[in-house]
């Protein structure tokens, strides 16, 4: 299973972006619990926003009301849109995907991670 991610770039604060996320390759089939999370440099990884099978989603409580996770079945993908950004949101965005249905608890709980796609937002 690879993920593969893209739609990072530069913006100005108040901008937005939209990142996507499809999940390619043999075993990959299956509509599981999918993400996002981010690393900025010198900081801890965060879990952005999730999305169950089911459709239920969590977010980061800094970007509630600003970034919303959609999902594409037809695609097996999943996009964040990101609006407002503010440059605290600078950072490497990793999507990942878990082995089930639901979102995991805990950020070793999630079985693939794509590669990382720079979000910078500038003042």
């Known amino acids: 299973v690879q993920l593969q991610a893209s739609g990072g770039g530069s913006v100005q604060v108040g901008e937005s972006l939209r990142l996507s996320c499809e999940v390619l390759?043999?075993?990959?089939?299956?509509?599981?619990?999918m993400g996002w999370y981010r690393q900025a440099p010198g900081k801890r990884r965060e879990l952005v926003a999730a999305?169950?099978?089911?459709?239920?989603?969590r977010y980061l409580y800094s970007v509630r009301g600003r970034f919303i996770i959609s999902r594409e079945n037809t695609k097996n993908a999943i996009s964040l849109q990101m609006d407002s950004l503010r440059p605290e949101d600078t950072a490497s965005y990793y999507c990942?995907?878990?082995?089930?249905?639901?979102?995991?608890?805990?950020?070793?709980?999630?079985?693939?991670w794509g590669q990382g796609t720079q979000v910078t937002v500038s003042s």
């Open positions: 390759g043999s075993g990959g089939g299956r509509i599981n619990a």
């Open positions: 999305i169950s099978r089911g459709g239920s989603t």
């Open positions: 990942v995907r878990a082995n089930g249905a639901d979102i995991p608890r805990e950020d070793l709980s999630w079985a693939d």
